[in-house]
């Protein structure tokens, strides 16, 4: 089920992904856009800067000997995921709030897939639900952080969930707060069954904060599916906040968690306020998930 070469049939295999990629149902949603948008074939960009042992390379992809790589023809824009035969079914059609949780064992039991959204509060998770979702208001968000409270699962296309989770490092919550998140946040990472990926959220925009590296650190520790979205990569650099570009601050970070992984995790651009990042997520949360489900 290999995707041919872009080599060998470069019109055909646009063409092929690009069937696999579109939607063939309206938008159930059109409160914010009109119907009918399909997704647009991924931005697949040369990535040359980006050597093999950067990239990460979804199960069932050999790029040993693949002419592709020669100009890192499948990786999405943005990111270092080359994407890969399970990249199908990427579009949102329909996107409804189920119910939120406040321990594991509440949380729906229906057995579909799901991906977690989780980082400091205020980083932009309940803004990149709405924004993968074409919703402005699916996820209430907030310029105070600390809007989120409770494990929230939304049900996408009826056949998978993308749950948005309270944020981690509020300075402000007083301590026995704190614990408690830890507490519960922990406990459905390691014992949500159907939890295809994490999907840690770093704000771009600022140099790396400690409790990230630490997030990230526990997430591989314990061997948690982990993707890194980097948010808020509209933002333009302020001396106030270390005068780096978001580029900049991605790259630090990857250097900063390399020791706590064996191999690079996933890691994509985002931003919620120009949509950069969304179709190309919904690829990587496609190939997950329909990998998962033949698993
Ligand atoms: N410039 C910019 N602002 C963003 C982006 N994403 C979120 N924001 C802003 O950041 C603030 C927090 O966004 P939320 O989506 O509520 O953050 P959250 O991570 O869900 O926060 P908690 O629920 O409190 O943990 C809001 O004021 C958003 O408008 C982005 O990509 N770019
Ligand atoms: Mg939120």
């Known amino acids: ?14 063409i092929l992904a690009k069937t696999l990629t579109t939607a063939t149902s309206a938008a159930a949603d059109t409160a914010t856009e009109p119907p009918h948008i399909p997704l647009s074939f991924p931005d697949i960009q040369p990535q040359t800067h980006l050597p093999i042992e950067k990239l990460f390379v979804p ?16 990786v999405l824009k943005g990111s270092n995921i080359v994407l890969g035969p399970y990249a199908r079914d990427a579009q949102v059609s329909a996107a409804d709030f189920v119910k939120s949780s406040a321990r594991t064992e509440e949380c729906p039991a229906d057995g579909l897939p799901e991906f977690a959204l989780v980082g400091r509060s205020n980083v932009g998770k309940s803004s990149l639900l709405n924004s993968l979702v074409r919703r402005k208001k699916l996820a209430l ?9 409770l494990i929230n699962h939304f049900r996408i296309n009826d056949s998978w969930y993308l749950v948005d989770l309270p944020g981690y490092g509020y300075a402000s919550a007083p ?13 459905y990472f390691l014992n949500r069954q159907t939890l295809v990926s994490v999907f840690l959220l770093i704000d771009a925009s600022i140099p790396a904060k400690k409790i ?5 650190s526990w997430l591989g520790q314990n061997q948690i599916p982990m993707t890194l ?4 990569c509209d933002k333009r650099k302020k001396k106030k906040n270390g005068g780096k570009r978001p580029e900049e601050n991605v790259d630090d970070f990857q250097n900063l968690i390399r020791e706590f ?5 996933p890691w994509i651009m985002t931003s919620s306020v120009t949509n950069q990042g969304r179709d190309e997520i919904l690829l990587h949360m496609a190939q997950l998930r329909n990998y998962w489900l033949k698993h």
């Not at 199960?59 to 499948?74: F, H, I, K, S, W």
């Open 1 to 14: 089920t290999q995707i041919p070469s872009l080599f060998s049939l470069p019109t055909k295999t646009l």
């Open 59 to 74: 199960p069932e992809v050999n790029l040993a000997g693949d002419p592709t790589l020669v100009d890192g023809a499948r």
């Open 141 to 149: 968000t907030s310029k105070k952080p600390g809007k989120t409270q």
């Open 175 to 187: 301590h026995e707060l704190r614990n408690n998140w830890d507490q519960f946040t922990k406990d």
């Open 212 to 216: 990230d590296l630490e997030y990230a």
């Open 229 to 232: 979205v980097f948010t808020k």
């Open 261 to 265: 992984f064996q191999s690079a995790p």
